[in-house]
């Protein structure tokens, strides 16, 4: 029979404590020091009719001597400090009452910085070299980088009319200017330079190269080129044309012409990008899309690409 079965027998007949004692003194689970009468008291232990319940260790009244006693093997343990006494310096209570500002607040704050954004990544654009034409119809905006860059000066005379009629913006002209004005200058093989459009959608970019095709007309060179992704994008090119007071510009469509017929003698070729690398075996001859197109052009062509 264990200890805490006799202990148990014991405390539930009413036993006298002295047989309490001697049977701790005598344990050989417990030293002289630690015996289960310096810790128990066993007054405060239930009567032998309630038997039902029987006491745990979690009852039994230890005094600070025996509380002393049970840490001795290890000393005292750590993290055993008073809760309430820390919670002043909790990080978990700083925490929540950083984060307890009014939603209200933080959406302002966001909005701000947001409208700050866009303030500093964007800027209206508006031609500052060139003083010809209306305002564009819309607002034009460029990124605050680009505005930090003066444009070139402007050295080309346009030879179209650049009335108040308003057919081309402010921003059309300036770009056909620029446009001339970069095909004026010759490259070491001869070679025209080019000029990049770069509008976002929008802007009016098939009604800008028209206008430089127009210049070009006006200029003595009667031939151009226009390729495009879709054939169906050739009635935009004759509108923008037409919008621009020059009806008088034929638009021919590769794809409708024959292969090796090249009657058509001059104005706008318009053709695809797949054109380019369209052939026909007919009649037992090789002809390309390539070399019509070449044949077309002819070779003192000097005319745009666009």
């Known amino acids: ?91 978990l209570l700083v925490s ?49 980088t680009l505005s930090s860059v003066p444009p070139p000066d402007i050295t080309y005379t346009l030879a179209l009319p650049t ?14 200017t620029y446009a001339c004005q970069q095909h004026e200058v010759l490259l070491p093989s001869g070679q025209r330079a080019g000029f990049l459009i770069g509008d976002g959608a929008g802007v009016g970019k098939g009604r800008t190269v028209a206008g430089i095709i127009l210049e070009n007309y006006l200029r003595g060179r009667k031939k151009s080129l226009w390729f495009s992704v879709s054939n169906d994008l050739k009635y935009d090119a004759e509108r923008d044309l037409r919008d621009i007071n020059a009806p008088d510009i034929s638009v021919h469509a590769l794809s409708k012409i024959k292969y090796g017929d090249n009657t058509t003698s001059e104005g706008v070729l318009f053709a695809t990008y797949s054109a380019l690398i369209g052939e026909s075996q007919a009649g037992g001859q090789h002809r390309t899309r390539i070399r019509q197109i070449l044949e077309w052009c002819g070779a003192a062509f000097d005319g745009v690409v666009s």
């Not at 319940?53 to 049970?70: E, F, R, Y």
């Not at 840490?71 to 005292?76: T, V, W």
């Not at 701000?112 to 031609?127: Q, S």
Request: charged share 25%.
């Open 1 to 91: 029979m264990s200890q805490l079965q006799l202990w148990l027998q014991f405390a539930a007949l009413n036993k006298e404590s002295s047989y309490l004692d001697d049977l701790s003194n005598a344990s050989i689970f417990s030293s002289s020091v630690d015996s289960l009468s310096d810790i128990a008291d066993t007054p405060d232990f239930l009567p032998a009719d309630s038997l039902s319940q029987v006491p745990t260790i979690w009852d039994v009244s230890t005094g600070p001597s025996a509380q002393d006693k049970l840490f001795l093997p290890g000393g005292p343990f750590t993290g055993l400090e008073d809760p309430v006494s820390s919670l002043s310096s909790t990080p």
């Open 163 to 176: 009335s108040d009629s308003g057919v081309l913006s402010a921003l059309q002209l300036e770009a056909i």
């Open 96 to 144: 929540y009452q950083s984060q307890s500002q009014p939603e209200e607040e933080e959406e302002a704050e966001e909005e701000e910085a947001e409208e700050l954004g866009h303030t500093e990544i964007y800027a209206d654009y508006v031609p500052s070299k060139s003083k010809v034409g209306k305002q564009h119809p819309d607002r034009v905006v460029e990124t605050s």
